[in-house]
């Protein structure tokens, strides 16, 4: 294949390099130097990017992505190479985007996942260094994608058009978000004021229910220990939850403590990380894990008293109190991302999709490995709604 020296608009060079990366000592300042001239989602920031560096599997192989323009650093991006054998015979190697392949450690799982790029040349170098990307690919290579920006995504398949490589779907999904500067533009006296009819009386109700219990509280962490002290207790609530419907919930992965542990102590004294508890007298019925990046507030994960008393909704309630703290803090944005929930659509005004992409040279293995996917994520999903039928927790989450 001959390769097209790679340009941004204005014609410049963009010089794209993917080497080993041995150590991570260094890497820091040279990151956050990038991140500051990026706008780059809270899952490209050093907090996130140097805490998953440090604790990658033993058999991942980072390579470190660099782009330069004019010698200067505009694009940083962390792959790990994986192989896989297709139906126990094709061998592929897979370049992963902030993944590593081992199927337990990342499900921490990566969203908003792109090239942190220098926010002057944003578009240009991330075409650019996919563009590097895919024209290297070999026939038994792939570039796993997950979890795209719609600018990385665009980008994506721009290259995909430019390489004559195909771009194929894992999974397909939608992340939804309340706009809050949208709310404040509306004039409504409350943001509870714009919800539905039937989710605004369904959380006045759980909110007047839990008062006769007491006082109605919410609260973030103020310190490292009590967030950490608040991580451990929305951990209880959130595997019985899960477990209630015979699956294994967030803290069965033995990768996500150790990590998030990591972070909240990194994290909370920055603000970049909010654990907030909402109780009713002394008892607490919900807890949100929130991440807090440039006026966006993402919720990652959560753990709610659930209850025989369906009038009782205590994730419903949590979010509609976090998102009014939002709105009194100032912040432009509460973000439930791609996780699946019912309060989702209740609570959002604004969406977007959001994929976990594969690029490739066009192959019959491939398209073959695409169809095995997608019947096998149908008949996964069958499969948790008829279990959810047998043993589901409390309705109104």
């Known amino acids: 294949m001959t390769f097209r020296p790679l340009t941004d608009p204005d014609g410049a060079a963009i010089d794209v390099q993917l080497t080993p990366l041995d150590r991570i000592d260094g890497l820091a300042p040279i990151w956050s130097d990038l991140e500051a001239r990026a706008d780059g989602s809270f899952f490209l920031s050093w907090l996130w990017i140097g805490h998953w560096l440090a604790l990658l599997p033993p058999a991942a192989r980072p390579h470190l992505l660099t782009a330069r323009r004019d010698g200067v650093v505009v694009g940083l991006a962390v792959l790990c ?22 199927r337990i450690f990342d499900r921490l799982f990566m969203e908003y996942n792109g090239i942190l790029a220098d926010r ?49 779907i894992r999974m397909a999904d939608t992340t939804q978000w309340v706009d809050l500067d949208r709310v404040r533009a509306a004039g409504a006296s409350s943001y509870r004021a714009g919800l539905g009819k039937s989710t605004r009386a369904a959380v006045n109700r759980a909110e007047r229910l839990y008062r006769e219990r007491g006082e109605l509280n919410y609260r973030v962490a ?9 991580f451990a207790s929305m951990e209880v609530l959130h595997q019985a939850s899960w477990q209630a419907r015979g699956e294994s919930g967030a803290f069965a992965n033995p990768a996500f403590r150790p990590f998030h542990e990591r972070l909240i102590a990194a994290g909370v004294p920055s603000g970049a990380i909010r654990i907030c ?11 949100l894990y929130n991440m807090v990046h440039r006026n966006r507030v993402m919720n990652y994960q959560g753990g709610f008293a659930f209850e025989q008393d369906n009038r009782l909704k205590p994730g419903l309630l949590s979010h509609v109190l976090a998102i009014e703290d939002s709105l009194r803090r100032g912040e432009g944005c509460y ?10 659509p209740l609570l959002a005004n604004a969406e977007q999709p959001m ?23 149908a008949l996964a999903e069958t499969v948790k709604r008829s279990m959810r039928g047998w043993a589901a927790p409390a309705k109104g989450s």
């Open 81 to 102: 190479p994986r192989v896989v054998w297709r139906f126990g015979l094709l061998r592929t190697r897979c370049w992963m985007l902030h993944e590593t392949g081992d």
């Open 120 to 168: 002057r040349h944003a578009d240009a170098v991330t075409t650019a260094s996919l563009r590097w990307l895919g024209e290297r690919l070999t026939r038994s290579d792939e570039l796993v994608l997950g979890g795209l920006t719609d600018t990385a995504e665009g980008a994506a398949r721009r290259v995909a058009a430019q390489t004559g490589h195909s771009v194929q």
């Open 222 to 230: 103020g310190s490292v220990a009590e967030a950490l002290d608040d």
């Open 277 to 287: 508890r909402v109780s009713a007298g002394d008892a607490p019925i919900g807890y």
């Open 335 to 344: 973000d439930f991302m791609s996780t699946a929930a019912g309060h989702k």
């Open 355 to 377: 994929n976990w992409l594969v690029l490739g040279p066009d192959r019959l293995s491939r398209r073959l490995d695409a169809q095995w996917r997608q019947t096998r994520g």
